[in-house]
């Protein structure tokens, strides 16, 4: 049977405009890639005089056309006018892509001169220059400016279309999360994988002993984060990936500092810190742990298919070890940098559990292949480097000095640099000259410039540059220092003048923000650099008494850089007056002139008032106040030397424009002594009362902004589901549904208690017949499914566990490969599916995987992709999983996909002899060619149509399926073929005619297939399909006995015949099994409902005595009332008078 074909995705080529230049050709050299701008016009001489000579023995003049494009940069021979392109004759004479022109030059003196510098060999450092010339030279800046923007263009498409996931070197591979381990060094011993899993176990089996203690935080749902935790990295968001924390280590000793345990509970310290160091980080069992592990040309990925997410990105440069386990055979994992919070870096360990040996090997030898690759690939892309002792680097600064000098002094300045060579390369050179006897001075000049290119290209292969050189020891580096010429010593020199330049005006800044000397005997000053810029409003007097007097604070972490200190320029300011001591409260500030950290206001005479004020902070109810105390004389220096703009200038501010909020204004803020104001008011004390208010209103709307994102995430969550089912329903709907009859479906689903309602089986074949409408149609193959159930009450034998769909995704699948492999052969061209490894490659991916450990007998078959697939498009992941099972146990769909795929020789028999009883002459005409159906309809039965036709076809095929079952896919193929007959008819041979039924018969148009979808309603093929089927038993049997075989092949027949025997028997049993009960069910019933008869037939009895016994009461009553009302005229008669 032949192999299912797949359509395979077609990346759309942008639309390049290709321009053609007609040149001549002047001539190449290969030279060092270090080539430089200066150093390329005397290759372009050397290349012109190469080419005289060349000329003079035999002159050609080498036409050429130069076609450029973003997508490449090609020089091919001009044929003559008489003469026609044949690429057997002409081949190209270079081919690169138009980014690896680095050097365009144009000649100056001579326009009709240009040349480029192609990089040719990147591993051997190699390029080669062409020069070419122009008939008209003002089209050469028309050439370079089209180099260049093809360059240009190719630059961004690289940037733009990342190759990672898209590449084909790219492999996934499904593993088990395990967790990690940080370790202290970023090399391990081979036990490491073992070790880390037994501490996993031991934190496993100690969090597992302690129930009443609260959950991990590793084991906390990503997003819960408790307040004053440190947000989590981008690699680490994902659940099963539960990165620490990690603050700043303090500097006294390399120990965590106490904020460090903060991301921990403290009852569960013990189990993280395990040998020293070392925090293990097990994943939750009751989580999804699966990931796809992919490797790509650089990197690493970690995808969870349950999130839909990268939960791991880890470059090719921040692995530094990778190892298998020794007892464990099956895990794997690798060590990997990581920064921490405080700027440093720490080494963590992540372990991975595989499905068995054999993938484990596979990965690490795809990392040692990446690995290898991804060297060879950052060494071609490496830059080329100029270190100050490279040789190439002294012939450029020699080019730099000649550059527009004319012949004498390009000549005096080269017969100084050749004084620094050698004597032995000196005489080299002179002989070289002399024996080609130039004409003149430019050409001796071009002589030497082209012996000393060759010269020093030859010594920078065997140069080491000076930051790649190895210092084994102290002595080494002095040794090897010694050897540098006396350009590496020079530059050492200028590094070292300008770490000295640095380090002095560090000094300076630190000596003027520096504090008063001890022997001043005033308060303990606070340094400027350890004040706290966040707005905060915490006492300093902690951090004031941490730090010495003289050493200035380290920066805070959050600052990028320092900023330079206001203090050597400013602008001018308009109040020169000397500022008056203040005579006030201390708590109000004054307006004075001073630098902006500088806010206390007190002369030597209200010092002591200030001392005490300061050292009872903490007692008084009012905010503490942030004040850096200064004598009288610091104050008179402040003021002279560091004088700042008025107070609501912008630049009071400037040290924190870096760190997101400004701190809040102080009450001792410093401002201008004589502003147009006055002095500030002083701020009255809020009493208890306003601060609650204040709280409340805070709270108030704090649970507003609550509510109103819980609101803004639901809008954006509902917005997205129906983006994204508006992007599963993109294709073209077949039979287009009437209003009337979508309003009929609503009805039906939204009957309450539907799943237990029989409806009317003409009711819904009239719906299915008019048309489903395409956003209900996921639910209205759920309650057909339910239909189904009811109307078969008694399932067969052979159903699956009833094991939950989340719980077989926690467990990995041997069946991964193929999978893998299919998901971008599944709906390549539609956008849910397009992405690789997006949101519907992952959902296809979960629904196969589960389906494959959920059926261990058929596992994953080629096609199954197709079929999960259309069911994702029209509902959930979870629902799409249910519907895949019903179709394949309830329908009975899984015997076409088991491994020996009997039924589906079976079937393809079934569909012959329907061709033949239905379409005789397209039958024979067929068998004329010896074209079987499973040429071109296995794939019809493996994918129910889906691979090769549109997905509204497919769509209605399947509506079908679920209202009539399997059958209707032998109806489709009949009707296909049959409509289609006289143009199959017309075709004489089997490629044209397979050709014809595989691409030309899916893309019938609309208006044939709902001709189709019609034809199949009305057809009823039941019977002949099960005589077919009988028949085709009979004719194996036959086939058996009548065969001369040897015994061998006898008993091997005979074996596989009784093996498809049992498997019938089976089946037949199942059949019976469920037609016995259905009996006994339909016995029951009866004698259920000859009970019910009886007991109402004496329920009948007791009530016609009842009514029989009322009756007579009723009798009795009238007689009775009937009896006084004859009574009473005789009483009631008038006595007569006695008048």
């Known amino acids: 049977m032949e192999p299912i074909t797949f359509t395979a995705r077609k990346h759309p080529l942008p639309n390049e405009v290709s321009v053609d230049f007609g040149l001549q050709l002047v001539g190449s050299l290969p030279v060092h890639s270090l080539t430089t701008m200066p150093m390329l016009p005397w290759v372009v001489a050397e290349v012109r005089r190469l080419s005289r000579q060349s000329s003079r023995k035999k002159p050609v003049t080498k036409q050429v056309r130069l076609c450029v494009s973003p997508s490449g940069l090609r020089c091919e021979p001009e044929p003559g006018r008489s003469q026609q392109w044949d690429p057997l004759i002409y081949s190209s004479i270079f081919e690169c892509k138009p980014q690896h022109v680095h050097k365009l030059i144009h000649n100056s003196h001579d326009p009709s001169y240009f040349a480029c510098l192609i990089k040719e060999d990147a591993v051997h450092r190699q390029s080669i220059c062409y020069v070419f010339k122009a008939d008209d030279q003002t089209k050469v800046p028309e050439i370079i400016s089209s180099i260049r923007q093809a360059g240009k263009i190719a630059r961004q498409e690289e940037l733009h279309c990342p190759s990672e996931f898209d590449d ?8 088990l999360f395990c967790g990690r381990v940080t370790v202290a060094h970023k090399k391990a011993p081979p036990a490491l994988i073992d070790q880390c899993i037994q501490k996993f176990n031991h934190v496993s089996g100690s969090r597992g002993s302690e129930s009443p203690r609260p959950a991990p935080p590793h084991a906390a749902p990503t997003g819960s984060q408790e307040p004053g935790r440190r947000p989590m990295r981008k690699s680490f968001s994902q659940p099963g990936l539960r990165s620490l924390a990690f603050r700043k280590e303090l500097q006294d000793g390399g120990l965590r500092s106490s904020g460090f345990f903060s991301s921990f509970e403290e009852s569960d310290i013990e189990n993280h810190l395990i040998s020293g160091h070392n925090i293990v980080q097990p994943t939750d069992i009751e989580e999804n742990r699966t990931m796809l592990f992919t490797i790509g040309q650089s990197e690493v990925y970690l995808i969870s298919p349950d999130t839909k997410k990268i939960a791991l990105e880890k470059n090719f440069k921040e692995i530094s070890f990778c190892s298998q386990g020794i007892r464990h055979v099956d895990h794997f994992g690798f060590i990997c940098r990581e920064s921490s919070g405080g700027g440093g870096f720490h080494f963590v360990c992540y372990v991975f559990q595989c499905t068995n040996e054999a993938l484990v090997d596979e990965i690490m030898m795809t990392l040692k292949q990446a690995f290898t690759v991804a060297a060879v690939q950052q060494t071609a892309k490496a830059p080329a480097q100029l270190c100050e002792g490279c040789p190439l680097q002294g012939l450029h600064k020699l080019c730099e000095r000649i550059e527009g000098m004319n012949s004498s002094k390009t000549k005096l300045e080269l017969q100084k640099h050749l004084t620094t060579l050698t004597n032995q390369e000196q005489a080299t050179i002179f002989e070289e000259v002399q024996k080609l006897r130039p004409r003149n001075e430019q050409r001796e000049n071009e002589l030497i410039i082209s012996f000393l290119r060759c010269l020093y290209e030859e010594k920078q292969k065997e140069h080491i540059h000076i930051g790649e050189m190895k210092q084994t020891s102290q002595v080494a580096a002095e040794n090897i220092g010694s050897e540098l010429p006396p350009s590496a010593t020079r530059f050492r020199l200028d590094m070292l003048k300008n770490k000295a330049k640095r380090s002095l005006t560090e000094s300076l800044e630190s000596i003027l923000s520096r504090e008063p000397s001890v022997c001043e005997k005033e308060a303990l000053p606070i340094s400027e650099s350890s004040f706290k810029l966040l707005g905060s409003s915490e006492d ?17 972490p959050q600052q990028a850089f320092r900023r330079r200190a206001n203090t050597l320029s400013h602008f001018p300011m308009e109040c020169q007056e000397p500022p008056q001591p203040a005579r006030g409260s201390p708590g109000v500030s004054q307006r004075k002139l001073m630098r902006y950290h500088s806010v206390s206001t007190e002369t030597p005479h209200e010092r002591k008032d200030f001392e005490s004020k300061a050292n009872h902070l903490g007692d008084s109810g009012g905010t503490p106040v942030k004040t850096r105390r200064h004598s009288w004389r610091q104050q008179i220096f402040l003021r002279v030397a560091t004088p700042q703009k008025a107070c609501d200038s912008s630049s009071r501010y400037e040290d924190y424009s870096e760190l997101g909020e400004l701190p809040p204004r102080s009450p001792l803020e410093p401002v201008c002594e004589d502003g147009p104001f006055g002095p500030p008011p002083e701020e009255k004390k809020r009493t208890s009362r306003e601060l609650r208010e204040l709280w409340q209103k805070a709270i108030l709307q704090q649970i507003l902004l609550l509510r ?12 997205n589901d129906l983006l994204n089912k508006r992007l599963k329903l993109d294709y073209e709907e077949i039979t287009p549904c009437l209003k009337e009859v979508t309003t009929v479906w609503e009805k039906m689903l939204s009957t309450p208690g539907r799943s237990k309602i029989k409806f009317d089986m003409e009711k819904m074949h009239s719906a299915v017949g008019q048309g489903v409408p395409r956003h209900h149609r996921g639910e209205i193959w759920k309650f057909l499914a339910e239909q189904f159930h009811l109307k078969h009450q008694f399932p067969s034998k052979q159903q699956p566990k009833d094991v939950p769909y989340k719980e077989l995704l926690k467990q990995l699948t041997s069946q991964q490969h193929a999978i893998l492999i299919d998901l971008g052969r599944t709906f390549p061209t539609h956008p849910y599916f397009s992405a690789q490894l997006g949101a519907g490659q ?12 959920l059926d261990q007998e058929v596992g994953y078959c080629q096609g199954l992709s197709f079929v999960a697939g259309i069911l994702l498009l029209h509902m959930s992941e979870e629902e799409a999983f249910k519907m895949l099972k019903f179709l394949m146990f309830d329908m009975g769909l899984r015997k076409q996909y088991r491994p020996d795929m009997i039924i589906l020789q079976i079937q393809m028999y079934q569909l012959s002899r329907l061709l033949h009883d239905y379409h005789r002459d397209l039958y024979n005409h067929l068998e004329e060619h010896e074209i079987g159906p499973s040429l071109y309809a296995a794939p019809w039965f493996l994918t129910m149509f889906a691979s ?25 193929a009949l009707s296909l073929l049959g409509s289609h007959k006289p143009l199959i008819l017309q075709h004489e041979n089997l490629e044209t005619i397979v050709d014809f039924i595989k691409s030309t018969l899916p893309n019938l148009g609309l208006v044939q297939m709902e001709k189709t979808i019609n034809q199949v309603f009305e057809m009823d093929i039941a019977k002949q399909l099960q005589a077919y089927e009988v028949e085709y038993h009979v004719l194996q049997e036959e086939l058996i006995d009548s065969s001369p075989l040897s015994d061998n092949q006898r008993m091997d027949k005979l074996e596989k015949t009784n093996s498809s025997l049992r498997k019938q028997n089976l089946d037949l049993l199942e059949q019976l099994q469920v037609a016995n009960g259905r009996i006994q069910s339909l016995e029951a019933t009866i004698e259920k409902l000859l009970s019910s008869e009886s007991k109402l037939k004496q329920a009948m009895l007791t009530l016609e005595l009842e009514r029989s016994a009322l009756l007579q009461t009723v009798e009795e009553l009238r007689r009775q009332s009937a009896e006084p009302s004859d009574r009473e005229p005789e009483c009631t008669q008038p006595e007569p008078t006695g008048d």
Request: charged share 25%.
């Open 168 to 175: 084909t070197f790219s492999k996934k591979f499904e593993v």
């Open 540 to 556: 300093l007097s902690s951090d004031s008494e941490s730090h010495l007097p003289e050493e200035p604070a380290p920066l805070s």
């Open 708 to 719: 109103m994102e819980k609101e803004n995430q639901k809008l954006q969550a509902s917005e």
């Open 842 to 853: 992952l959902s296809l991916y979960n629904i196969l995987k589960a389906y494959s450990l």
């Open 948 to 972: 090769q036709f549109p997905l509204g076809f497919v769509a209605r095929v399947f509506d079908m399926i679920f209202l009539q079952g399997t059958e209707v896919i032998f109806k489709v």
